[in-house]
């Protein structure tokens, strides 16, 4: 097909605007996550397969690391036009995918992903988390909480979700993490997001959500992991304080940074200020994290995230 | 009384250790919050009066503004060996406070205020703030919310906090406004919170609670004051937005700050994103307003604040 | 020409590392700065210009106002397979350019911006800029520096550059600057940067150099523009200070604005507190400005950037 | 010597404004660092001490650490009616510093601090802390600057002030140091501010200046300390880079923290972006750092440090 030809027809469309960033996305939109070994000109063919199908794309967003040689992308095009059906997309996609190579996903922006809290005794993550997604600021199902302690009980049954207390003994923890599964994969869950969740997963679980879990970690990684950063934090006489969402893989602590956001403290700032103050960091960028999943603006590569804020 | 025998009244209670700040106080204090014209030892004369009489000092937070030529005082003493009843510690201090020509006040950490909350149709100020409370991190009582708009009420019920739906016209606002301050004199409210309210208070309202209203407002004051300043943000292309609690006066959105906090925007966000950038820091700087009173750190004069965090 | 050939041409090349951003850019490239009305296609038709001509993209940084119903984009290729030489770029570009009624311009990263500094008596951006652009920091010419006082002599004499004296009567402005504008002109300068330059220019002045000057004001504009912003700060009682670099426009601090930041402030900062943190804040977005302006990043449309960081 | 008394004569003076914090302080005054077991009445003995013979206290900060249960004070007096001359203060201060148990200090506002600063490669530090000091912002003397390279060579110069080269031999280190340190007494420094200096101090030359070696760290310490924190940083794939600045002690980046600052990066920011954007970082607060330490706000005690801020 010649270049020019699609022009014309490309210009046809031309009148329609481009809707904004953030701006209400009414009409429904196909978003593609790519990433695939770097090459001249994925870019073009990319964007030629979507205009080619009459789509017209609102946003291109790419990165290419160098120190893996390799390319990403999030592109989102409007599907009012596009000629190919929504069920038929990755099929037609299939080929040019395999051509580069590349690891691959299209999401569509009707379909909110199915989402699950884990949650022990702190609960300033989870009103947050519910108080957004009520106020319609997070995308998303929430089909089911769970909590190794019957704390978050009575949260979640203010905002009408069902809660499973699933208790954890240490010494038979797979026990306690097979019905948590069990709950997750009957609700049909894609991301977990661990909300100040206090036990330590096992790489089964952990295997089970590949790069599907989240937490929130209330240090500025990768200083003071594991327990208690708060006193590590206080011990250390840091001036200032922080908190860590980042994908969970085997090692505590030490998965891909999803976001991170610190705070001022000083001397005469205690154990108790520290904690006080790291909540609110943690709500808000643990939310944010949420919401930038659900908007498919994350993609995860060997131990990093590329977000497309 | 000689200062040498002061003091060796006061080393007999040396070994009892200082509480520090922020750390689980236990035990009762009051709080002496004071300014006056500024002069030579008057943080002295204060510590004398409370050393007599047995108290020990845990806080003592000064400041002089030279603009104004006027000290400021925040300071806080343990009551347990205290020899002054509670009920007359405010008659012991008359004296030397009326030497020293100063408004004063003196709180006990026993005492929680009375704080209503008032809001309009965004809810997330109002979801945080009963969180924190319910959460104990805000040292208040919450016996009303007053909406202009009914939206309020579910989140209300949802943290059992008494909801009063009182809608004011504009053309007869004298007349809801008569309303509202009936009910908050009626439950004999201290601080009232103004959690993205939509009205403008009338004079006549402000009057009743002379800096005891605060309110946030989303911009970084003086910038964009009043209707819209996402709007008007978004016109100027700022490259950072903010949100500004404080003091209600009579003309809009100019009285004390009490706290300001601001977030990172580019071309990229739309009208959208402002706002829910700025709802986040609306959120903490608000709650942290509200904790800051009630823990009588915050002291107004003219058009300042001084905030001994 | 046909899209498919297109691609065989450019994937010759694809063995070839795309560089990073930020990466010591050894080998030659051309930018293209651009806006038009925002159509279908456009970012295609443009990398179909490049790639068709054996061009790599390296950067490819496009957006779209709604507003405006704007198009701006900054893509960056290099040059070493292209098979156009430099000097025919704009002429080969430009039948594009006009179909698409853009606005536009093609700088080569080897022809480093020609820029001047204007000073009074506040020194401290003249010595940032010296030392971030004899540290090798910035890619740019300082082919002079113009004072209306004589302080900044000294320090264009530690670095080595020519600097010129012009005092400026306010009575007879237009004698005075029509001196600063020939030197100006007279060293072909493309960039003027005031670095807390103490007067007021005139229209005449700003016309002659639209969009090509930029300035430092130190406050969060728009809150405090003109004169003595510290003083109005230090007045209006605020919890933080701005400063904001902007181009400079007929209307005083009215201009649109590059960066913006801000520092904390308490009741305890007197004047010459705002003043000194102020300093850091202006010396860092200055040269930042300068920076991405010399990288050709930001873009200038109606009163607002676009700055592709 | 009875209170009333006390006040009556410090009354006589009451007119006299205190003078503001960080303003022109013309007048000389006198700074008490101290530290001390906690206790009752601290305050109030070592104020009586200053009220007693005549001095105005400008300013009296103090804070009780918890965790080691121990009294942190800087006291600040005017000296103009002060009654013992400066060169018997100290003796008449010291037997109730003995009652206390105190480390104590008493320094002088007229006395400024002898620094030194040692670097080697990277000179953006060094810029800004001469560029701050010529202008007046950091009041002290540096009589010297030691470079292990003879980079920083044409920078002093430029200021005019002294540089050694002193090359030190990692298999001779001792003998580099030797002529190091014999420099800095030579000249009587009391301050040594690594600006990025490359090696790494041996104890011998940490004990010389035990408490008196601060050094700018390019990373958010406890996190990526020693060599190469920006790989370190980079390959971690943090969302923030940091600054820290740290008194120097025998275990390399363990020292207690004086000041700590961020700033966002994204995977976008390369290994070049990380640094240059980490040298904003370092200069500043370096240079505060430094600024902090001559006007003696500055306590250490253990692995900690109180700032006065």
Redesign the interface.
Known sequence: ???TC??SE??E??G?????????MTMESAILLLSCP????I???I??FI?RNGG??VH?D?????EF?RYFARVEWALDDFSIPKDRVEEAFAPLASELGADWRVHFSSERPRIAIMVSRH??CL??LL??WK?G?LPCHIPLIIGDKPDGEEVAR??GVPFYHVPVDPRRREEGERKQIELLKGKNVELVVLARYGKILSSGFVDEFRNRIISVHPS?????PGKDPFTQAH??????I?ATVHFVTAGVDEG???????T?V????????LI?KS??LEK?IL??AVRLYCERKILVYE?????F?
């Open positions: 097909m010649c270049i699609a022009f490309v210009f469309h031309a329609k605007p481009k809707r904004s960033h953030g701006e209400g770097d090459a001249k000109g870019d073009v063919r964007s030629e205009w017209n794309i291109f790419q990165h290419v690391d160098e040689g609960l300033h009103y947050d108080a957004k106020g600021r203010m905002f500025f990684l990768p200083a003071f011990r250390r006489g840091v001036k200032l922080g891909p940074i999803v976001s991170q956001e610190v001022r000083s001397h005469k700032d205690g154990l108790a200020d006080r909540e609110d808000t939310s944010e131990n990093k995230t590329i977000v804020e």
